[in-house]
């Protein structure tokens, strides 16, 4: 596993985490692995596994039962939601980018039609 | 509460110091990463904390008192240097810690060294560097130890065994317990690290939480080492 070490470890999991959960590999209102488990799986220090974790629970997509163990949202609006968002980022990164090469607007459906 | 503290520590060799005034608060939970290149102090202050050399100046207090057998029980040291018999067996090796460490525990070691593909009754001798390098990671990782500092853990073991002794780091740690590692290879290292401590020339140049420091430099923990030590 590749960490680029200039964005915070934990926030790049999460990534992984929430791709998994959107792609349904991950089963809503699932149990998630332990922190410990997590830090074993992504190489990673278990606190920050623990921070991984608090910081998905702030988004909505999971939550921490002491004792229990952490659990995925059965929300499914939420992964959807989810979904929608980071499509959008992927939607923005390819307009600022195309445009950044001097794209058009009918050049950029273009090339899109090209791939698809 | 912490489980090693020093306090302007400085240990000279010959009027050299090769720990020069050092302050440092280590505390349960956490895994910190020691870090600087060969004869910056890393392993002299690693030993000040096991006491196997004592301080010239300042105090180390581990465990909340001074470096005594009491403590030294609770303190599990990984030194450099290879250090077992040629004539003893893996199996032997396990079966020597577990009779001077009452938190030694030879299943997790039987564990441990499965992973690392050491067989029980190849001698030492007839172990690789790398093989001897894994074997005594093996042997520090069994143990239950309050303090376990790791000298250049990484050295000498390949690519894929180095997964496996950053898992066994991983699986050690716990709330109650304080990991301190020195290393060179920094990017390997820097996903387990919670804190790092910069040493230069036996001095504590900086320290702090790994994600903040990173933050607050703007840049990845082995461009900061570049910058540290170019000079």
Redesign the interface.
């Known amino acids: 596993m590749e960490?680029d070490?200039?964005t915070?470890?934990?926030l790049q999991v999460a990534d992984m985490l929430k791709l998994r959960m959107v792609r349904g590999e991950l089963r809503p209102g699932g149990k998630l692995p332990s922190t410990?488990a997590l830090?074993?799986e992504y190489?990673?220090?278990?606190?920050?596994a623990a921070r991984i974790y608090d910081e998905m629970e702030a988004l909505g997509l999971c939550r921490t039962e002491r004792g229990l163990g952490t659990f995925m949202t059965n929300d499914e609006s939420v992964v959807r939601a989810l979904r929608r968002q980071m499509a959008e980022k992927l939607a923005r990164d390819f307009v600022r980018e195309m445009t950044a090469l001097g794209y058009t607007k009918e050049q950029m459906k273009q090339a899109i039609g090209e791939e698809l | 509460m912490y489980n090693l503290v020093a306090t302007r520590l400085t240990k000279r060799y010959a009027h050299i110091p090769a720990v020069d005034d050092a302050t440092l608060a280590l505390r349960p939970?956490?895994?910190y990463g020691l870090l600087g290149p060969n004869g910056s102090g890393k392993s002299t202050l690693m030993k000040l904390a096991a006491g196997l050399v004592h301080p010239s100046a300042g105090e180390v207090r581990v465990l909340g008192g001074p470096v005594c057998p009491a403590v030294r029980a609770q303190v599990a040291y990984m030194p450099t240097e290879p250090y077992f018999p040629g004539f003893m067996s893996v199996k032997q090796v396990g079966a020597f810690h577990a009779d001077f460490f009452a938190d030694f525990s030879t299943d997790a070691f039987k564990r441990l060294a499965e992973r690392m593909e050491l067989s029980m009754d190849m001698k030492v001798s007839q172990l690789s560097s790398g093989m001897e390098a894994k074997l005594k990671l093996a042997v520090a990782a069994s143990r239950d130890a309050k303090l376990l500092m790791l000298d250049e853990p990484l050295n000498g073991v390949d690519l894929l065994a180095r997964?496996v002794i950053?898992?066994a780091i991983?699986?050690r740690?716990?709330e109650n317990n304080t990991i301190l590692i020195s290393s060179h290879l920094i990017?390997v290292m820097?996903?387990?690290?919670?804190e790092v401590i910069f040493l230069k020339r036996g001095r504590v140049v900086l320290q702090g939480e790994a994600?903040a420091v990173?933050?607050r430099h703007g840049?990845?923990?082995?461009?900061l080492y570049r910058e540290v030590y170019a000079s």
């Open positions: 960490y070490s200039r915070p470890i934990y410990r830090a074993l190489g990673v220090n278990p606190n920050t | 939970g956490k895994i997964d950053l898992s991983i699986e740690a716990d990017d820097e996903r387990v690290l919670d994600e990173r933050a840049k990845s923990i082995v461009d």
